[in-house]
């Protein structure tokens, strides 16, 4: 074969493609008529953020484990291993209450009083002064009980 002119005028023809005169007169000038319109439907592409049981059951496990290892020892006084056992089981506590904030984090809950993530807006440092003080009161009387059992 060789190359040449393409003859188009022929090749409309062939295939009966009207003009594009034609076409425009059968459209409606602001879009499609009302009849061939389907209705939208709004679906979210993303699931909803909740934790799961399957998230929360290991963080339960772990704070229920660490209150009653820091809960027994200082009930029953099991002698001079009791101040360790308690510590730990504050240590343990402290790490499944730790697991607890950054997992609720991730699906975007906050603390009481402080602004989401994505709002953009600062902390009031009122109400960071108010959690870390609790913070402190808590971590000095846990220490006291058990200096006490020694």
Known sequence: MEAGPRDTEQRDTEHDVP?????AGRL????PDEQD????VEVELRPTRKLR???LAPILVLAA????????PLAFEFGDGG?????LGLLISCCAAGWGMMAA????HTWPGLPSRSSGARPDWRVIALYAATGVA???LAVWRVARLR
């Open 19 to 23: 003009p594009p005169r034609e076409t």
């Open 28 to 31: 409606s000038s602001d879009g």
């Open 37 to 40: 319109v389907a209705p939208e």
């Open 53 to 55: 049981i399957w998230q």
């Open 65 to 72: 484990v660490g209150s009653l290892m820091f809960a027994f």
């Open 83 to 87: 101040a360790i056992v308690a510590m």
């Open 105 to 108: 984090r991730r699906v975007g």
């Open 138 to 140: 808590l971590v000095a």
